[in-house]
């Protein structure tokens, strides 16, 4: 049985239980209920301190959160039980969630000691990857989004008419801030949105046929009606009250009702008050990076188990999990909006010349509490006191935040300072109803202050004077009997007593009445005593009544203010990553990127002086910077030994850009660069075995994406294309792709290869040109110089690299052997053959078998790969010493060699070919 079928066998009332549901126990017939009504999780059932599970149920709960499994008996049978215990769920439940199961907590909803019979039990929270609320699953850093994908159509009247059955829509609600996007696009754009996004949980539309994911979100099925355009527009009209302003198409509408309406069936149908901003943005607005290349860049996540090598841990000095969730977002979308660039650089720039600032904001910031999470839970009505006193310690810093910002130059801190509200009537309302450090359950009484109320002023001094009264007694009555070691006491069960004992019994008083008898002492009351217990229970169980409405009121007054709240929220994450890109540009000595004035010639290309990879220099005691003047639109070849630092290179000015277009200051000397539409990378070997995928399929796919989608703002990273076929294949494949590039899309393009034949096409080609990294080779030993410079590498330095990757010494020195040595004379007859083979089949028009598609072109490509190999000694000396040469085979080669194919014309290729085939025959 496979995950999915596991776990649909665990869900839905159990089917033995419903066999014998008239039979069943209350409790059991209640818990079979409420798993027939949430037929799509885990219900776990609230018994007591534990939430139980049973049948099926209990069995994966014991088998994931490795728990005993026990058993349950009734008339009906013997049942499996497994249960996990209320006051440390969070660990069990996560443990649920990453095995793949959805759960439905199902509480108790009265008071089991007011109950008469069964105690009543609901649903209250639907648990999903996408839709989790409790702290302690959530990781404060990142956003945690439940996605929906819908298809256009529908049958509302929308603006694109009837294109919109080509538009996808795309959603995303991040349950636990309030975070609501919406987007539309074509289905290419919409995926590559989708991954960039990465939802944990997705709810897909009718007629949304998606492909596989390169994450791994929980698909989640929805009831299709959710995805109708009439209904998804009563959904978000309860969140926008003009729907048609928000989305732009029956896609997006139909996506984004969905999202809310699944966001709401898990929160117990609730609308969520907190969603103030359903927010649509344009893929286009940003650099796009799909997938693959925020894997390939290594933004979030390394290859390496080495601490600190991802691009995001570099930057992350961040002071609080507002800004730290912000950051990870700049990263993800970068600007191209070279107006919206610049005026953050400015902001950084400000702060970099600012060290009193960025540290008195840091100071401050540090103090910052997760303000979006807490005002959602507010508006859910699941925060504590303790949260809304965290709330006004956050609201506290706002005044100092500002004042740290003043006279810094930046119209954009000048903007975000006065987006500050203070909001001095919620700080003023939390700090004069709730206690400075109030219980953590507010129905214990103790959390309203004193002086907010003064009726549950007038109850606590009751209860107080009753205390009093009690507290004084003790002294009273041993004065009054004479008994030195009367007490005064109080316990849950029998309430206020005195305590007399055995010795002492014959001094009781006549009003003293017997409550409890114990082995060394009596306890009794008096008539008096039990009036004022009285009062002050009446009086305790008052003020706690009072306590608890006035708290659910302060909270209730502070929701409606979600809005002002999640603005100074957004304001402070703003604040808090523009001072860290300052932080860091300081500390790791960046400097401000220039953007070129929106010129589109050669000029206006990539130009880094001295630059750095930002990872990989925090990880090597000395870094080696290197430039790249890299003209519009041009191809760089860039050759060079293994280790050499090719791919660190082409992914560093990628980088470089990248931070350039989020903002940030860049590791470099200097800087002025394109504004990007788009990175592209092709680095790596991967496979998809189990979707039918090779190492060569993947990158011949991922090729495929770049040549169809890459435009002249495009920057594109290739390395090693072709290596996974025939040198003969995998050669054709690079050079045809460097063509295209160059020549059809106009992208600038950094090409790192070990195929030397490559280097030539910087010959056909002005904008094509040859970079390589430099190696020093002295007593047999090789030094990686990890400098870029002009032109081709000689060498690779295979065996070299081998050697020092500790190959066997024998390996090593046959590999040198076998390097060295000259082809042999049947290789020379072969290739010879396969020549002559080669021109007798071209000149009688039949297809070339060592040529792909037999045609002229790659019987040319053919020729002139054997023209460049006759160029290097150590492959032409057999075919020199087997094999006189045919002046009238070079003669045709030649006239071939020179035939520009570019420039002729129909007519005249024929006229060529007639000539050579007569000059053969």
Request: charge should be negative.
């Amino acid at each position: 049985m496979n995950a999915d079928a596991q776990r649909e066998a665990v869900y839905g009332a159990p089917p033995e239980m419903l066999a014998v549901r008239d039979d069943l126990t209350p409790m059991l017939s209640q818990y079979a209920d409420l798993c027939e009504d949430h037929d799509d999780a885990v219900v776990l059932f609230q018994v007591g301190d534990f939430y139980e599970a049973f049948c099926g149920a209990a069995e994966a709960v014991a088998r994931t959160c490795e728990v005993t499994l026990t058993q349950r008996e009734d008339s009906t049978g013997t049942w499996p039980m497994a249960g996990i215990p209320i006051d440390n769920a969070a660990g069990y439940l996560e443990r649920l969630l990453d095995a793949g199961y959805r759960v439905a907590l199902a509480e108790q909803v009265e008071d089991a000691e007011e109950a008469s019979g069964l105690v009543d039990r609901a649903v209250t929270q639907l648990i999903t990857p996408g839709t989790v609320v409790d702290e302690e699953l959530l990781d404060a850093g990142r956003a945690t989004y439940l996605g929906a994908v819908a298809r256009g159509g529908g049958n509302a009247e929308t603006r694109d008419g009837d294109g919109d059955a080509d538009t996808y829509g795309l959603a995303v609600v991040d349950v636990s801030t309030g975070e609501c996007l919406v987007t539309g696009a074509d289905r290419a754009l919409a995926l590559e949105e989708l991954e960039r996004l990465a939802p944990a949980e997705l709810v897909v539309g009718p007629d949304c046929d998606l492909p596989d994911l390169p994450f791994d979100p929980m698909e989640t099925p929805f009831e299709p009606e959710a995805f109708d355009a009439d209904a998804a527009r009563e959904t978000l009209s309860a969140y926008a009250p003009r729907p048609d302003a928000v989305v732009e198409s029956a896609a997006e509408l139909r996506a984004v009702g969905a999202a809310l309406a699944y966001a709401e069936y898990a929160q117990g149908d609730s609308q969520l008050a907190y969603v103030t901003r359903v927010t649509r943005f344009d893929p286009r607005e940003f650099l796009q990076l799909d997938a693959t290349a925020i894997r390939s860049l290594e933004l979030f996540e390394s290859r390496s188990a080495r601490a600190g090598s991802t691009l995001f841990s570099v930057l992350d000095e961040t002071a609080c999990a507002l800004g730290r969730r912000r950051l990870e977002a700049w990263l993800r979308r970068p600007l191209v909006d070279r107006d919206r660039i610049e005026a953050r650089l400015d902001a950084v720039e400000a702060l970099f010349d600012d060290a009193l600032a960025r540290a008195d904001l840091r100071d401050h910031l540090s103090s910052v509490y997760d303000l979006e999470r807490l005002v959602a839970r507010v508006s859910r009505e699941r925060a504590d006191a303790r949260d809304l006193r965290s709330l006004k310690t956050t609201l506290d810093r706002v005044p100092e935040i500002r004042d740290a910002l003043v006279g810094t130059d930046s119209d954009l801190l000048s903007d975000l300072r006065d987006s500050l509200d203070e909001l001095e009537d919620v700080r003023d309302l939390v700090g004069d109803a709730v206690v400075s450090d109030p219980p953590q359950e507010i129905t214990e009484g103790g959390v309203i202050a004193d002086g907010f109320d003064a009726e549950l002023d007038d109850v606590r001094g009751t209860a107080e004077a009753g205390r009093e009264w009690v507290s004084n007694l003790e002294a009273r009555e041993q004065e009054r009997t004479g008994i030195d070691s009367l007490e005064v006491g109080y316990n849950q069960v029998h309430g206020y007593y005195i305590e007399v004992t055995n010795p002492n019994l014959d001094r009781v008083p006549d009003d003293y009445q017997r409550r409890q008898t114990l082995k060394n002492s009596e306890r009794f009351y008096t008539p008096e005593l039990k009036e004022r217990e009285d009062e002050i229970l009446r009086a305790s169980d008052r003020a706690d009544a009072l306590e608890y409405d006035l708290f659910c009121e302060v909270r209730a007054d502070v929701a409606t203010e979600s809005a002002r709240v999640q603005a100074v929220a957004d304001a402070l994450a703003d604040l808090d990553v523009l001072r860290t890109l300052a932080d860091v540009a300081v500390t790791n000595d960046y400097a401000r990127p220039e953007f070129h004035a929106g010129d589109t010639d050669e000029s206006a290309g990539i130009r880094i002086d001295a630059g750095r990879h930002p990872v990989v220099e925090r990880a090597q005691d000395e870094f080696v910077p290197n430039p790249a003047d890299l003209p519009r639109g041009s191809v760089a070849l860039v050759t060079g030994p293994n280790m050499s630092g090719k791919s660190t290179y082409m992914r560093q000015v990628a980088l470089v850009t990248l931070l350039a277009q989020v903002g940030s200051f860049v590791p470099a000397k200097s800087a002025r660069l394109p504004v990007l539409d788009r990175v592209f990378t092709r680095i790596g070997a991967s496979d998809d075995i189990a979707g039918g995928q090779s190492t060569f399929m993947r990158e011949m796919s991922e090729l495929t994406e770049i040549l169809h989608n890459a435009t002249g703002d495009s920057l594109v990273l290739l390395d090693e294309v072709g290596r996974g076929t025939s040198t003969a294949d995998g050669l054709a494949i690079a050079r045809a792709a460097t063509e295209f590039l160059h020549d059809e899309v106009g992208a600038t393009t950094l090409f790192a290869t070990h195929y030397h034949d490559l280097t030539d096409a910087a010959d056909d080609r002005a904008g094509v040109f040859n970079l390589h990294f430099t190696a020093a080779r002295r007593d047999g030993e090789v030094t990686f110089l990890h400098s870029v410079a002009d032109g081709p590498s000689s060498s690779s330095y295979g065996v070299e690299v081998a050697q020092l990757a500790g190959v066997p010494a024998s390996v090593v020195e046959r590999a040198r052997t076998l390097v060295d040595e000259p082809e042999t004379d049947a290789d020379a007859e072969r290739a010879t053959d396969t020549g002559r083979d080669g021109v007798a089949a071209a000149a009688n028009g039949e297809p070339d078998e060592t040529a792909e598609d037999g045609t002229l072109a790659a019987y040319v490509d053919g020729l002139e790969n054997g023209h460049r190999e006759s160029e290097n000694p150590s492959r032409a000396t057999a075919t020199a010493e087997t094999t006189e040469p045919n002046p009238e085979l070079e003669a045709v080669a030649e006239a071939l060699r020179e035939a520009d194919l570019v420039d002729t014309t129909p007519l005249e290729a024929l006229n060529l070919l007639s000539d050579l085939k007569g000059r053969l025959e």
